[in-house]
């Protein structure tokens, strides 16, 4: 299998208080159930039942409803298509302009957790519940997928480098892997300390962060050539008060933001480390964002169904999108199209013209 190259420069999914109307959650439970911190997106988190409500209003470009509850989602650059999985343990493939499915990747016997396109848009990898990573070919006329590793818990987040052919994958089990892609050999495995970090890595091209407990973010030197992860002394002071749900480094400034079940967002300088913005609007904690290319535009999904635009030039919050009840698991921004995706825990998945949304 000839795999191609990667190019890591992809659009991802603090500041100003701007109030707004509260709304009462949806779901009860789901307040106790954030007592005790958002630790990973397994089963017990979604509390919707299917077919929650069927008729939505909304001045998006599109709103389905799928037949799980979705968990993560990408989007193709060279088509408009995109990649949602979930609980159920297919990966759908879907055209967003004309509303039908593509094609389906099976493979997974249980919940999907995370996602990874490469840049050719022919090779997908994937997380699960299962405790296994697959790769699926886009290309053939029927993917077929195989397994590359697993871990002894569920694959929370996966980044692959398709130069070096190597997948580095972060498990329920607290570890760290290195995957060879040829060889599905375990390359390295680093366990991190269970009582000090919560269950978020991010990972970039040379580095690992892991938020702990405490609402700090710790640093690991990653190089792939050597097959090393090493702890650095690097701590980013985030000041959250709570668990760390989501992060993000900006496009083009050494910045990192990140959104806590504390309801705010936060962005820090990785130069100084230190806190430039702090973004107050979020009325329940906040799970998923996405940033623009050019670093102007944040978008930051809630507990609640909510989903905030925030102008990070003027610090204002632009617009609320208010379509979906329960957990924003997914957001996608392909702002060449100007295209923004928003999938929920409720079984939907919107698409919206980004450029109307900032008017």
């Not at 298509?81 to 055209?95: K, N, R």
Request: a positive charge; proline letters at 2%; charged letters at 25%.
């Amino acid at each position: 299998m000839k795999l191609p190259l990667l190019n890591y420069q992809q659009s991802q999914v603090n500041i100003y208080q701007c109030p707004i109307i509260e709304k009462k959650s949806p779901f009860k439970s789901q307040k106790s159930m954030f007592n005790k911190e958002l630790t990973d997106l397994s089963a017990e988190n979604y509390s919707l039942k299917k077919n929650t409500y069927t008729n939505r209003k909304t001045d998006g470009l599109m709103f389905f409803k799928s037949n799980f509850k979705v968990n993560c989602i990408v989007a193709f650059k060279k088509r408009n298509c995109m990649v949602i999985a979930g609980m159920d343990c297919e990966i759908i493939i879907y055209d967003y302009e004309t509303n039908k499915k593509v094609a389906s990747v099976l493979g997974h016997n249980k919940g999907i957790l995370c996602l990874d396109l490469d840049c050719t848009e022919e090779f997908l990898m994937s997380g699960s519940l299962d405790h296994s990573i697959r790769i699926s070919n886009l290309s053939e006329k029927n993917p077929s997928s195989y397994e590359i590793g697993r871990h002894k818990g569920a694959v929370n987040c996966l980044k692959v480098d398709w130069v070096r052919k190597k997948v580095v994958s972060w498990g329920k089990d607290f570890s760290i892997c290195i995957w060879d892609i040829t060889t599905k050999a375990l390359e390295a495995e680093l366990f991190l300390d269970q009582q000090e970090y919560s269950s978020l890595v991010f990972f970039s091209p040379t580095k690992i962060f892991a938020s702990s407990v405490s609402g700090n973010i710790h640093s690991y030197c990653l190089d792939l050539e050597t097959n090393s992860i090493q702890k650095s002394e690097e701590i980013i002071s985030t000041k959250h008060k709570k668990t760390i749900n989501c992060i993000l480094f900006f496009n083009n400034t050494k910045r990192i933001a990140s959104g806590s079940s504390d309801k705010t967002i936060r962005i820090v300088n990785l130069e100084d480390n230190c806190e430039i913005l702090s973004l107050t609007g979020h009325k329940s904690p906040i799970i998923s964002m996405a940033i623009s290319n050019d670093d102007i535009y944040l978008i930051s999904g809630d507990q609640w169904g909510k989903t905030n635009i925030w102008n990070l030039n003027t610090i204002k919050l632009i617009k609320v999108i208010d379509d979906h009840q329960g957990f924003i698991t997914s957001i996608v921004l392909d702002y060449e199209k100007k295209i923004l995706i928003i999938g929920g825990a409720d079984f939907c998945c919107g698409v919206w013209d980004f450029k109307k949304l900032i008017m």
